[in-house]
């Protein structure tokens, strides 16, 4: 159980575009999904979380017009990099929390961005 | 200085060797602990949560230390399966939810 499906896997797209990235919970319902960015040899970094219903709250230094985050229903939250520059290619990893374990959070896969 | 500090090492070490990763936390406040392991170019994993009276899962062991703010990780025989990288995490309670803030990560090479 608690499996989370992140699409795409990978993505190449010019610079100047838009790329959305689905993350779902497949067989739970998560009130809660985080997005975070891992750059090469870097470690993971919480870019926002997200609450069902309502707006996403943001990390410092992250762009809440850049990064737009949707999170209309309990098994479903997009990421949306807008006009996207070869700076945003990176690693990017959803993560879910289920309501009564609230400490463990169930990855997806990640999505591979490579802004040309 | 960063929330949680870890070795960024490579560990390079033989099959059957025991390793001992560290780990400090900055926040006092923080409220668990756990190791991930990542593969290369794939999604951390959860290895195993860490608790003060300390726990085992097989080969591995895990160490907290509310006091020193720290936390280390113990792999016995060591596998070729076991080279991974090892993030150091710390669950803390954020704006509006809880959050977890992830060390760098610590190298480990297992050779035959």
């Known amino acids: 159980g608690a499996v989370v499906s992140q699409h795409p896997s990978w993505v190449i797209c010019k610079s100047g575009t838009s790329v959305k990235i689905e993350c779902r919970s497949l067989?739970?319902?998560?009130?809660?999904m985080f997005w975070y960015r891992q750059f090469p040899k870097q470690s993971l970094m919480l870019m926002a979380t997200?609450?069902?219903?309502?707006?996403?709250?943001?990390e410092q230094g992250v762009e809440k017009d850049k990064f737009l985050i949707n999170h209309a229903s309990l098994t479903l939250s997009t990421l949306t990099v807008t006009s996207a520059h070869p700076e945003d290619s990176s690693f990017y990893i959803c993560?879910?929390?289920?309501?009564?374990?609230?400490?463990?959070?169930?990855f997806g896969a990640g999505t591979r961005l490579s802004v040309l | 200085r960063k929330e949680v500090e870890q070795d960024p090492g490579p560990f390079n070490v033989p099959e059957g060797a025991t390793v001992a990763f560290n780990c400090t936390y900055s926040?006092?406040?923080?409220?668990?602990f756990f190791w991930y392991r990542q593969d290369c170019r794939k999604e951390p994993k959860l290895l195993m949560s860490?608790?003060?009276s300390g726990n085992e899962d097989g080969r591995f062991t895990a160490q907290l230390n509310r006091a020193s703010q720290y936390i280390s990780l113990l792999i016995r025989d060591s596998k070729l399966s076991d080279s991974a990288t090892y993030l150091c995490?710390?669950?803390?309670?954020?704006?509006?939810?809880?959050?977890?803030?992830f060390g760098s990560g610590t190298r480990l090479l297992v050779r035959p």
């Open positions: 926040n006092s406040a923080s409220q668990s």
């Open positions: 995490v710390v669950n803390m309670r954020g704006d509006s939810s809880y959050k977890l803030i």
């Open positions: 997200s609450n069902e219903g309502s707006k996403a709250t943001y």
């Open positions: 067989d739970f319902q998560a009130t809660t």
């Open positions: 993560s879910a929390t289920l309501t009564s374990t609230k400490n463990i959070q169930y």
């Open positions: 860490v608790y003060s």
